[in-house]
């Protein structure tokens, strides 16, 4: 990342001569040096060490090592905003960077899972387009609740957005009686998230020589 503080010092020797656990600073950001705030919120270890471990992990499969400037921002939550300090506090806005991550989980699945794109890229009229639309909204609500469901049995890490929204999606299609919507939920094996176990090219190419 372009970002020097008004000092000129670097993000990474920012992060790294930082001994307390925020960074609350005015930077300059990429050729134009456009001046925005940098908000940092070190990450507690459990988390520091999975990003890393799994950095490095991508890197060996690459063939590379991970770079010591990379390493370093894994261990922080960093944020860029032009917000004043006066208007927003770190905590809030740690808070609604969160938030914030989980509506873009959610409207991907829902996007996804509606082809919400072939729909807007068809030939049409605006109201056939509206109405396609409005009908694929039912799906959001109905997927968040199935979540909150799940959530509360197994944790909400374990859940994969897209699949319950898939089937939401397909239910709603297969049935012309809205009150038996959602009316038999699937097995929470069939809403799990998936493990990728699938190898790099480079490594699927190493194997293959060896």
């Given at each position: 990342m372009n970002l020097v503080s008004g000092t000129g010092c670097s993000l990474e020797k920012l992060l790294k001569n930082t001994s307390g656990n925020e960074?609350?600073?005015?930077v300059f950001v990429g050729k134009v040096r456009h001046k925005c705030r940098l908000v940092a919120v070190r990450a507690d270890r459990e988390t520091t060490e999975k990003r890393r471990r799994d950095r490095r992990k991508k890197a060996r499969e690459l063939c590379k090592t991970a770079s010591r400037a990379a390493l370093a921002r894994d261990g922080w939550h960093l944020m860029l905003t032009n917000l004043p300090a006066d208007r927003i506090s770190v905590a809030t806005l740690a808070g609604l960077y969160r938030s914030r991550w989980a509506v873009e989980i959610q409207?991907?699945?829902w996007k996804q899972s509606v082809h919400i794109a072939a729909a807007l890229?068809?030939?049409?009229n605006k109201w056939h387009i509206e109405a396609l639309v409005c009908g694929s909204m039912i799906v959001a609500p109905m997927g968040l609740k199935q979540m909150a469901i799940y959530a509360r049995q197994v944790g909400l890490a374990v859940i994969s957005p897209e699949k319950i929204m898939d089937w939401i999606a397909n239910d709603i299609s297969r049935r012309d009686d809205p009150e038996k919507l959602v009316a038999f939920p699937p097995?929470?094996?069939h809403v799990r998230r998936d493990v990728c176990k699938r190898k790099s090219t480079v490594i699927q190419g190493l194997m293959a020589l060896s």
């Open positions: 960074i609350d600073i005015e409207f991907r699945a890229n068809r030939k049409s097995e929470l094996k």
